[in-house]
């Protein structure tokens, strides 16, 4: 049998296609949907003037749905928050609101929003949707904002025959990601809009690292990591989109043992705003690396979950190979025929 070595970061032998789990032990998924809009009833003793993240969002490096620390229900508010989870996928998520007033009625605008989202081992995908209309938010503790938010776990395994078992190494993800950010109009008093989509990685329950923030701002230029969108994305004002490949940080794992990883993608629209990361984030490649940071590029990989990681399409290189070898053995078998 023929072993093909693949480009660094998608190398994967054949061996390691084979050795896969397919246990769900260890393994989930999680599809979050929040929608809270509404004036509030602005009652201290309840506690409806303080407000926090969702607990069920700790996760994730952006925190950024509010939530009245007196309940939504309880401080005069609509909506609420969705969690699901899974041993395996794809698993779906969805809410929405409204339309709800956000102050006095014939006085104020009204809020509607929706939040989706799809989790599976590799490929996340979230979407929020906001519209302010009607008017403005009359009341100063008004609500006005939607979150989808999709997170996988996962262990894996790397094995080499260059590298002894339970030595350190490191390993880095190589992530494709598309979609779009949008909050539109001219930027005024009270005229809310604003949108995050954002990618986050963490191994062995360590910190939890931002591999990507697509950042809009109504009336402002599009942003990525706080820069100028990378070749890919286009942006104008108050809207970015596009795709390309984001990498982690290379990352701390021991060959022959496995290593934890959590990966999340979440959507966030506020006052009139667009959040589409619903198509896909996932996972295209892994690169592994020995103790002294030397690249592996022959390893074989398993997942708890049981997924193939790792690309498994042939290199161009490696099909001209194969092609050159069928020319071959049809010119032989042909050979063969005229000599019968």
Not at 36 to 43: I, L, P, R, T, Y
């Amino acid at each position: 049998m023929m072993k093909i070595t693949r480009a660094p970061f998608k190398a994967l032998t054949i061996a390691g296609l084979l050795s896969v789990s397919w246990s769900v032990a260890g393994a989930s998924l999680d599809a979050y949907a929040v929608v809270v809009g509404g004036a509030g009833n602005g009652s201290i003793a309840q506690g409806c003037t303080t407000f926090g993240p969702p607990a069920e969002l700790s996760f994730f490096s952006f925190h950024s749905a509010s939530i009245p620390l007196g309940g939504i229900g309880p401080c005069g508010y609509t909506g609420g928050v969705s969690q699901v989870s899974a041993a395996s996928g794809p698993l779906t998520n969805s809410n929405s609101v409204g339309p709800v007033i956000l102050g006095n009625p014939g006085f104020s605008g009204s809020f509607d929003g929706a939040a989706n989202s799809t989790a599976d081992y590799g490929k996340l995908g979230a979407s929020a949707h906001a519209i302010i209309s009607g008017g403005l938010p009359g009341s100063s503790l008004a609500l006005f904002e939607s979150t989808g938010a999709a997170k996988f776990s996962d262990s894996l395994t790397a094995s080499s025959p260059f590298v002894a078992n339970n030595s350190a190494g490191f390993v880095r993800y190589q992530f494709s990601v598309d979609g779009s950010v949008t909050s539109l109009g001219a930027p005024g008093a009270f005229l809310f809009g604003e949108t995050y989509a954002v990618l986050d990685v963490q191994q062995q329950g360590g910190p939890v690292y931002e591999i990507l923030n697509a950042h809009v701002r109504r009336g402002e230029i599009g942003t990525i990591s706080n820069s100028p969108p990378p070749l890919g994305w286009t942006t104008s004002m108050g809207s970015l989109s596009g795709g390309s490949t984001f990498y982690s940080l290379d990352l701390p794992m021991n060959w022959g043992q496995p290593w934890d990883v959590s990966v999340g993608l979440l959507a966030w629209a506020y006052g009139t705003a667009d959040t589409n990361f619903l198509t896909t984030a996932k996972i295209t490649g892994l690169e592994l690396f020995d103790a002294n940071h030397v690249q592996v590029t022959q390893f074989s990989i398993s997942s708890v979950s049981g997924t193939d990681y790792v690309a498994t399409v042939p290199e161009p290189a490696a099909v001209w190979l194969f092609g050159f070898g069928l020319l071959g053995l049809i010119g032989v078998v042909r050979r063969k025929a005229r000599t019968a």
